[in-house]
Structures are given as structure tokens and as C-alpha cells.
């Protein structure tokens, strides 16, 4: 062992700490994909993935993993290729999320909602080389290959079975399907490791709620670090039993796919979800830990006496995505689940902000818990920074809980950039340093962020800006109101006023009308907000990550004509 002397201890010639620092030791590329070898190591014989009589374990789940990934290389698929996937949450969706990018591919998982139009425009704008697709998807790839321009290369597609659904007749046996490509893997196949952690590997397509779909990328770093974060922020345990009711497709799955492996947890794969099937499958598997929009927990509280089935033990939900009213919160609790709110966006590879909880909160009325809850919250400690900014003179904004700008975001989980659109990247990652979101929130006394509304969805009336957000909180205490979004309305006196689109529970009493939702809302928040104009509708349009679509909504208010001092039902 080197002595140091006295001397040069107290110089610090010894210790230099400049010439300490990266080294072929400790800079190992940062990769998930790592995860999935410990799991096999640590939780062999546990069962990784489930689905109806399915059972693997993560030894298998590996093995089925590197034969995905080196039979993707020996059909010719190299570092940086897009590989997409088209499926449901089934098995290989999951296998996916390891096997491509072992091959050093990048993978681009596509919603499953979207239309053979906007499949071909992803695939044209990804490049990709090759699509696993489940079969009923099958006829909206093929029209989507049939609208790609003539001349670009169409991507090689391979079908991945599903036994257990026997509408699906099998594949002629011919077809190279996805278990016939496992079959001709390798089991003992070295995986690719990214050269750099910076490497691409991942594509994701935003959900087109604002604009037309971005290509968002994700390097092997970003998303090591959004699944590491997004363990502690859950504080998720060993061994969960984990319900996929969050597409995989969606900001992969918020990380979780990746996470799973972690924490050696059973995944279990649903192909449909309704509240019936969430509910026997939770009773039926044991689920104790599940992801879903706010919408996920509106059908689950929602749901029918005869529908629902007690729960086998403590369930915990962790929901993002779009705003969770405080009413869906204290409804979803009251039924006995454990929710937790967190916020992110496809470009920070899943949740950056969660309403950490605060133990003397319990001691509060559940109202008033839902209430702290439905706000957004507090960096997760992955992150380095979050602020609101003032949109004119780019300064935070006062921590008064009323004074909105605009949510900026700094940290390891934000995106390399968007594919193809350097205007996008250079618009949303500025050169200050920071990422900005395109949400309008406010920063409360307490440090705790809360959206007000997505930029574009702020209502401006007579001067006054009005959050939908807010508004729409309002309407869901109705006891009566199933569903509510509010957009902007043309007035010819105030410039905009507050549109109320509303769906009614099933079963509510159908005496209800715009001008009991609108003295509802007069009881409960300043004038100024009051939606002008209530209209009762059967559904609300939805993207197919299950946000509402304002500007669908928007349109049609626009279609009505601006409403006339004196002619608006609010009078
Ligand atoms: N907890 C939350 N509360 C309120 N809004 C949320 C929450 N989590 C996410 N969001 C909203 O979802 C957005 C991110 O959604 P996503 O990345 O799926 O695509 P999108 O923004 O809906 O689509 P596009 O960018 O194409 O319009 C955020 O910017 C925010 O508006």
C-alpha cells in the first residue's frame, strides 16, 4: 500500500484531483438492456411474463430475448436500423423492448390506434427496416404499405402469432412469424452493447394531441435513467405483480418494461383493457402495481356494482399522461386503490415530476388530499431541475400558486431530439439549457408544480387567462358528470369565453341540463370562468393514448359561432 507523506498530503500533490476521473473502469456505456441479464441471474426461475395460460420465466425471457436480437442481426439488421413494432400488449411486445436493441436497432413502437394513413407517414418518416405486427393489425399495415410512395423501400414484415385468440387463423407454414424467428436465434448469442450511452434506442412518435405526431429519440442513458428514477419515485418493491394496462407503445410503457426487469416483477399482459377484465385479472393474478391515464381511473371508478370485484389486497396506480381531476383521484381512492400522480412527456422518456407524498398528509379530509394530489409535483430525483418560466421575460416565475409560465425541464431523461426536424429540437431544447414543454403550470408556496393547461388549450377571455384544467376539476365534482373537457369559444364581446363539453354517467338522472352544470360551476369558481356554453354529448373524442382531443372539440365550437353579449346560456 502507498504511504503518503505528511507533506504531501497537505499539498495535495498526492491526491491530485485533476488527473482523477473517467476511466475504462467506470465509464461502461449506462444501458437497460443490462438489466434483463441480472434478472435471469437473480429471479431465474420467477415468472417474468403472463398471459391467459403463458408462463415464462426470466431465465426464458432472456433466452427468448438474445435469440430475438441475433435473429434480427442474421436477417441483416444493423446499429441504428428502425425496427418497428405494431402490437398490442402481448408477450413479444415486452420481449421487444430488450431483443431489438440487444441488435443494436433502435426500436419504434407504433400506437396501435393510429390509421393506415398515419402509419405511413411514421413508417416513411422513421425509415424503418422492419415491422413485427400483430394480426389484427395486419389490414391496416397492408393498407399502410400500400400508401407508402412508390419507390420507398417498404419495410419487412413479420407476424407475430397469437395462439390464444382463435379469430386469428395460424400463418400458412411458409410464413416467417415471430416464434419461427426465435426458433432460428441464437440462445447464447452476445448482445450488442451501445458503443456509447448516448447511442439511439429508442423512437417514439408523440401522441399528435397538439400537432402532427414528432419522432422523439432516446439514447441508452436517458432511458437507464428515466426506469432507475422511475422505480424510486414509486418506491416499486421486489417482485410486483404488474398489470400492463399502459400500452407498451405509449413513452414505452413509462419505463416499466425496462423496470420489470429491475425488480424481478410478474408481467402481466392484457391484450383488451375494460374495467371487467382489469378487475378479474387483478382479483384473479393478484396484481398489486398498475399504470394508466386519468381515463384508466375514471372506467375503473366508474365501473358498475356487478362489474366490479373487491380487491385482493393493497392495489397501487400510477397515473400521468393528462391531467387526474382531483374527483377521479378521490373517487378512485374511495374504492380502495393506492394512486400516485406522476408527469412526463414522450420527449423525457416517462415521468420527470411526481407529487411526492408528505406523511402529515394523511391526516387531511380525503377532498382535500385528492386536491395536493392532482398537483403535478415535485422533480423526481433523477432529474436536475424544474422551473416555470415567464413566457416574455424568460424569468421563473413567483411561487404564489396563481402566477402561470411555462414548465422548463433540465435533466438526464430529456430527449437526444426529434427525428429529421432540427426546427422542432432547436424550438423545444433551447439554447439556455433548457427543455421546454409546451405546459402551463404554476409553482405553489410549497415548491409543488401544477398545469394549468397545455399552452395552446388556455383560454383568454376578456384579458383574463382561464385554465381548462380548472374548469374541467370543477366539473367532475358534478356528481352527474362522467366526462368533461373545456375549450376556448369565440364571443364577440370577451374575445373567448369557456365551452363546456360534457358526458353524463350512465344511469345519471336525465334532468340535468346546461343550466344546472353552469349554477354548479357559478357556486364554485369566480365568474369570469363559468362555461358560457354547456353541450351534452355521448362520448369525447379521444387520442389514442386516451387523451381528449380539444382541438377536435375546439373546431366544433368554433363551427357554433361565437357566442353575443346577452345570448350565451349562461344568462
Ligand atoms: N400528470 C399530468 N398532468 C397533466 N398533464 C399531463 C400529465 N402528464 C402528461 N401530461 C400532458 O401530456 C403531455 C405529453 O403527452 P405525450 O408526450 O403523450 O404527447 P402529446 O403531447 O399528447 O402529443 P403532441 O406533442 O403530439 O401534441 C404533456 O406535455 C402534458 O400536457
Request: hydrophobic share 40%.
Given at each position: 500500500?502507498a504511504?503518503i507523506?505528511?507533506?504531501?498530503?497537505?499539498?495535495?500533490?498526492?491526491?491530485?484531483m485533476d488527473?482523477?476521473?473517467?476511466?475504462?473502469a467506470?465509464?461502461?456505456?449506462?444501458?437497460?438492456?443490462?438489466?434483463?441479464e441480472?434478472?435471469?441471474?437473480v429471479?431465474?426461475?420467477?415468472p417474468s411474463v403472463v398471459?391467459?395460460d403463458?408462463?415464462?420465466?426470466?431465465?426464458?425471457t432472456?433466452?427468448r430475448?438474445?435469440?430475438?436480437?441475433?435473429?434480427?442481426v442474421s436477417l441483416?439488421?444493423?446499429r441504428r436500423d428502425?425496427?418497428?413494432v405494431?402490437?398490442p400488449?402481448?408477450?413479444?411486445?415486452y420481449?421487444?423492448?430488450?431483443?431489438v436493441?440487444m441488435?443494436g436497432?433502435?426500436?419504434?413502437s407504433?400506437n396501435?390506434r393510429?390509421?393506415?394513413?398515419?402509419v405511413?407517414?411514421?413508417l416513411?418518416?422513421?425509415g424503418s427496416k422492419?415491422?413485427?405486427v400483430?394480426?389484427?393489425?395486419?389490414p391496416?399495415?397492408r393498407?399502410?404499405l400500400?400508401?407508402?410512395?412508390?419507390g420507398?423501400?417498404?419495410p419487412?414484415v413479420?407476424?407475430?402469432?397469437?395462439?390464444?385468440?382463435?379469430?386469428f387463423p395460424?400463418?400458412p407454414?411458409?410464413?416467417?412469424?415471430?416464434e419461427r424467428l426465435l426458433e432460428?436465434?441464437?440462445?447464447?448469442f452476445?448482445?450488442?452493447?451501445?458503443a456509447?450511452e448516448?447511442d439511439?434506442?429508442?423512437?417514439?412518435?408523440?401522441?399528435?394531441t397538439?400537432s402532427a405526431?414528432?419522432?422523439?429519440v432516446?439514447?441508452?442513458r436517458?432511458?437507464?435513467l428515466?426506469?432507475?428514477?422511475?422505480?424510486v419515485?414509486?418506491?416499486?418493491p421486489p417482485?410486483?405483480?404488474?398489470?400492463?394496462?399502459?400500452?407498451?407503445?405509449h413513452a414505452?410503457?413509462w419505463?416499466?418494461?425496462w423496470?420489470?426487469a429491475v425488480?424481478?416483477g410478474?408481467?402481466v399482459c392484457?391484450?383488451?383493457?375494460d374495467?371487467?377484465?382489469?378487475?378479474?385479472t387483478?382479483?384473479?393474478?393478484?396484481v398489486?402495481?398498475?399504470?394508466?391515464a386519468?381515463v384508466?381511473?375514471n372506467?375503473l371508478?366508474?365501473?358498475p356494482?356487478g362489474?366490479?370485484?373487491?380487491?385482493p389486497g393493497?392495489v397501487?396506480?400510477?397515473t400521468?399522461?393528462?391531467?387526474p381531476?382531483?374527483?377521479?383521484l378521490?373517487?378512485t381512492?374511495?374504492?380502495?386503490?393506492?394512486?400516485s400522480h406522476g408527469?412526463?412527456?414522450?420527449e423525457?422518456?416517462?415521468?420527470v415530476?411526481?407529487?411526492?407524498?408528505?406523511?402529515e398528509?394523511?391526516?387531511?379530509?380525503?377532498?382535500?388530499?385528492?386536491?395536493l394530489?392532482?398537483?403535478q409535483g415535485v422533480?423526481?430525483?433523477?432529474?436536475?431541475?424544474?422551473?416555470?418560466?415567464d413566457?416574455?421575460?424568460?424569468?421563473?416565475v413567483?411561487?404564489?400558486?396563481s402566477s402561470?409560465?411555462e414548465i422548463v425541464?433540465?435533466g438526464?431523461?430529456?430527449?437526444l431530439g426529434y427525428?429529421?426536424?432540427d426546427?422542432?429540437?432547436?424550438a423545444a431544447i433551447?439554447d439556455?439549457?433548457?427543455f421546454y414543454t409546451g405546459?402551463?403550470g404554476?409553482?405553489?408556496?410549497?415548491g409543488y408544480?401544477e398545469i394549468?393547461?397545455r399552452?395552446k388549450?388556455?383560454?383568454i377571455?376578456?384579458?383574463?387567462n382561464?385554465?381548462s384544467?380548472?374548469?374541467e376539476s370543477?366539473?367532475?365534482?358534478?356528481p352527474?358528470?362522467?366526462e368533461?373537457?373545456?375549450?376556448?369559444?369565440?364571443?364577440?364581446?370577451?374575445?373567448e369565453?369557456?365551452?363546456?363539453f360534457v358526458?353524463?354517467?350512465?344511469?345519471a338522472p336525465?334532468?340535468?341540463t346546461?343550466?344546472?352544470?353552469i349554477?354548479?360551476?357559478?357556486?364554485?369558481?369566480?365568474?369570469?370562468?363559468v362555461?358560457n356554453t354547456?353541450?351534452?354529448r355521448?362520448?369525447l373524442?379521444k387520442?389514442s393514448?386516451?387523451?381528449i382531443?380539444?382541438h377536435?372539440?375546439?373546431d366544433?365550437?368554433?363551427?357554433?359561432g361565437?357566442t353575443?353579449?346577452g345570448?350565451?346560456?349562461?344568462?
Amino acid at each position: 500500500m502507498a504511504v503518503i507523506s505528511h507533506a504531501a498530503w497537505c499539498s495535495g500533490d498526492a491526491t491530485d484531483m485533476d488527473k482523477l476521473g473517467a476511466n475504462p473502469a467506470n465509464s461502461r456505456a449506462l444501458t437497460p438492456l443490462g438489466f434483463l441479464e441480472r434478472a435471469a441471474t437473480v429471479y431465474g426461475d420467477c415468472p417474468s411474463v403472463v398471459y391467459h395460460d403463458t408462463v415464462f420465466t426470466w431465465s426464458q425471457t432472456f433466452r427468448r430475448c438474445l435469440r430475438l436480437a441475433s435473429a434480427l442481426v442474421s436477417l441483416g439488421i444493423s446499429r441504428r436500423d428502425i425496427v418497428s413494432v405494431l402490437l398490442p400488449n402481448v408477450p413479444a411486445m415486452y420481449e421487444m423492448h430488450f431483443g431489438v436493441p440487444m441488435s443494436g436497432a433502435v426500436l419504434n413502437s407504433i400506437n396501435t390506434r393510429l390509421d393506415a394513413r398515419t402509419v405511413a407517414v411514421l413508417l416513411r418518416h422513421s425509415g424503418s427496416k422492419l415491422i413485427f405486427v400483430d394480426p389484427a393489425l395486419l389490414p391496416v399495415l397492408r393498407d399502410a404499405l400500400r400508401l407508402l410512395p412508390s419507390g420507398h423501400p417498404a419495410p419487412r414484415v413479420i407476424l407475430v402469432d397469437d395462439p390464444h385468440e382463435s379469430e386469428f387463423p395460424p400463418a400458412p407454414a411458409t410464413t416467417l412469424t415471430y416464434e419461427r424467428l426465435l426458433e432460428k436465434g441464437d440462445p447464447e448469442f452476445a448482445w450488442l452493447r451501445p458503443a456509447s450511452e448516448w447511442d439511439p434506442m429508442i423512437l417514439n412518435y408523440t401522441s399528435g394531441t397538439t400537432s402532427a405526431p414528432k419522432g422523439v429519440v432516446h439514447c441508452h442513458r436517458g432511458i437507464f435513467l428515466n426506469t432507475v428514477d422511475s422505480l424510486v419515485h414509486w418506491a416499486v418493491p421486489p417482485r410486483p405483480t404488474y398489470l400492463w394496462t399502459l400500452p407498451m407503445f405509449h413513452a414505452n410503457g413509462w419505463s416499466f418494461p425496462w423496470g420489470m426487469a429491475v425488480v424481478g416483477g410478474t408481467n402481466v399482459c392484457l391484450r383488451r383493457v375494460d374495467a371487467a377484465e382489469v378487475y378479474d385479472t387483478i382479483a384473479r393474478r393478484g396484481v398489486n402495481h398498475l399504470c394508466g391515464a386519468p381515463v384508466v381511473l375514471n372506467m375503473l371508478a366508474n365501473a358498475p356494482e356487478g362489474v366490479r370485484k373487491p380487491l385482493p389486497g393493497k392495489v397501487r396506480i400510477l397515473t400521468s399522461g393528462a391531467p387526474p381531476p382531483a374527483a377521479v383521484l378521490y373517487r378512485t381512492e374511495a374504492i380502495g386503490f393506492e394512486v400516485s400522480h406522476g408527469y412526463g412527456l414522450t420527449e423525457t422518456a416517462g415521468l420527470v415530476l411526481s407529487c411526492a407524498w408528505k406523511g402529515e398528509w394523511d391526516k387531511l379530509p380525503a377532498s382535500e388530499r385528492a386536491r395536493l394530489k392532482a398537483r403535478q409535483g415535485v422533480r423526481t430525483p433523477g432529474m436536475a431541475e424544474v422551473d416555470i418560466v415567464d413566457g416574455e421575460t424568460g424569468r421563473s416565475v413567483p411561487r404564489d400558486g396563481s402566477s402561470m409560465g411555462e414548465i422548463v425541464l433540465r435533466g438526464g431523461c430529456i430527449t437526444l431530439g426529434y427525428l429529421n426536424d432540427d426546427a422542432a429540437t432547436k424550438a423545444a431544447i433551447r439554447d439556455n439549457g433548457w427543455f421546454y414543454t409546451g405546459d402551463v403550470g404554476v409553482m405553489h408556496p410549497d415548491g409543488y408544480v401544477e398545469i394549468r393547461d397545455r399552452s395552446k388549450d388556455v383560454i383568454i377571455s376578456g384579458g383574463e387567462n382561464i385554465s381548462s384544467v380548472e374548469v374541467e376539476s370543477v366539473l367532475y365534482g358534478h356528481p352527474a358528470v362522467h366526462e368533461a373537457a373545456v375549450v376556448a369559444r369565440p364571443d364577440e364581446f370577451w374575445g373567448e369565453t369557456p365551452c363546456a363539453f360534457v358526458r353524463l354517467k350512465d344511469g345519471a338522472p336525465g334532468a340535468v341540463t346546461a343550466a344546472d352544470v353552469i349554477a354548479w360551476s357559478r357556486e364554485r369558481m369566480p365568474h369570469y370562468m363559468v362555461p358560457n356554453t354547456v353541450v351534452f354529448r355521448d362520448g369525447l373524442p379521444k387520442t389514442s393514448t386516451g387523451k381528449i382531443q380539444k382541438h377536435v372539440l375546439r373546431d366544433l365550437a368554433k363551427e357554433m359561432g361565437p357566442t353575443r353579449r346577452g345570448t350565451s346560456s349562461k344568462m
